[in-house]
């Protein structure tokens, strides 16, 4: 028998799955989740919801789960203070499928996505499968965004998708209206999508702006946001995008049918019902992350102002070095971002100060932080 070779495409021959390796550590500080678990009253309300639904799961979900929809714009108007209809929000299996439905329609072959790096890691794989072009250019030594080249490049390349994260990870750093203003403005010129990747919007400090505010002037905006960071349930897969309806409707030509269960719509729809208790935990970890980023500044290492729920602390001779000492005490971060940083997501205040101690053991701190 000859052996079988599976006919991959040439282009993803050489790729290999995307992500970290799973290491096990007592203290996970590196996916940016959300340290509590689900709160009992929560787990209990998701427990019966989907019991009570069981029996019907015979059949195919809602496939354009409308109440879900209908209900994350009633949590806008709570969270962020800004009124959309269930028609200007699409939900999928976490922001990964929205942006991935965002590939499927607006890039493809011939089109540009641009981002501006270092951001999230994964646009370029949903580039890649949607045969785009990926196009980044390099943020300024703070990680805020060259406006003016940004301006410059899209008006040059004419990308069809430009990615814009507020605030961006890995480096926490939010975009403030007037930059993403002149973006959008470059964009609508030739007729681009611009992206706000909201993910960590919920741990934005006071006076920092969300991108909804700017949805009425621009129907090129689409911003995403999800149940995987500040809701603590990024088990649950959970993305969604608000928009316009034109911006929405295309994402619904790409969607799988019936691509969002039953038990996700009805989990998200609970999860949405609680959002008080899961309040009162963001903003201890936004108290926790203000407090962390202060100690690492006194301690001599330099620190990304954060909006998100991390920080990108460095600059370290050897990151490497110093990752593995943590780990070896218990605790796991991430080694990302440009050479010599290293991001730490803010975890319980427990597991913060073991962070705190672990690093202060740590070897290879001490040179360029002067310490
Ligand atoms: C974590 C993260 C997301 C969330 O992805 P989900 O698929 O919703 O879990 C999206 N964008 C960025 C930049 C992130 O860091």
């Known amino acids: 028998m000859t052996a079988f070779v599976p006919p991959i495409r040439a282009d993803l021959a050489l790729e290999v799955p995307y992500g970290a390796p799973q290491v096990f550590a007592p203290v996970l500080l590196n996916v940016n989740e959300n340290p509590f678990d689900v709160p009992a009253e929560l787990a209990q ?46 939900a999928a299996n976490g922001s990964n499928e ?98 706000v990747d909201e993910a960590y919007i919920e741990f934005r400090r006071s006076g920092t702006s969300t991108a909804l505010e700017l949805l009425g002037k621009f129907p090129n905006l689409l911003v995403t946001r999800t149940m995987s960071k500040a809701f603590g349930l990024a088990g649950v897969r959970l993305g969604y995008a608000i928009a316009s309806e034109q911006l929405i409707d295309a994402l619904r030509i790409v969607r799988l049918p019936y691509h969002l269960s039953t038990v996700t719509q009805v989990v998200a729809k609970t999860a949405l019902k609680h959002w008080g208790v899961l309040q009162a935990e963001v903003s201890i970890l936004r108290t926790e992350r203000d407090e962390l980023s202060s100690w690492l500044i006194e301690q001599g290492f330099t620190v990304a102002q954060s909006d998100a729920n991390f920080l990108l602390f460095g600059k370290f001779a050897d990151r490497a070095v110093v990752w593995q000492s943590l780990l070896d005490q218990g605790v796991l971060i991430r080694q990302t971002g440009p050479q010599g940083w290293l991001r730490v997501t803010i975890g319980t205040p427990q597991e913060n100060d073991r962070f705190r101690a672990a690093l202060l053991l740590a070897p290879g701190t001490e040179q360029e932080a002067g310490r």
């Open 98 to 195: 929205i942006m991935h439905q965002l590939f499927l329609a607006f890039g493809g072959p011939g089109r540009i996505a641009m981002s501006f790096d270092p951001t999230y890691s994964m646009y370029p794989e949903y580039a890649r499968d949607t045969f785009t072009e990926y196009r980044t250019f390099p943020r300024l030594e703070d990680f805020s965004i060259d406006v003016p080249s940004a301006v410059a490049a899209i008006a040059r390349e004419k990308p069809t998708i430009v990615l814009l994260t507020s605030p961006n990870n890995p480096t926490g750093t939010a975009l403030p209206l007037t930059q993403m203003i002149a973006i959008l403005e470059a964009g609508l010129e030739i007729n681009a999508v611009v992206v």
């Open 45 to 90: 309300a998701i427990g019966a919801a989907v019991a009570a639904i069981a029996p019907n799961l015979n059949r195919y979900p809602d496939r354009e789960a409308i109440k879900l929809r209908a209900e994350l714009a009633v949590y806008l108007e709570c969270e962020s203070e800004i009124t959309v209809t269930g028609n200007q929000i699409w």
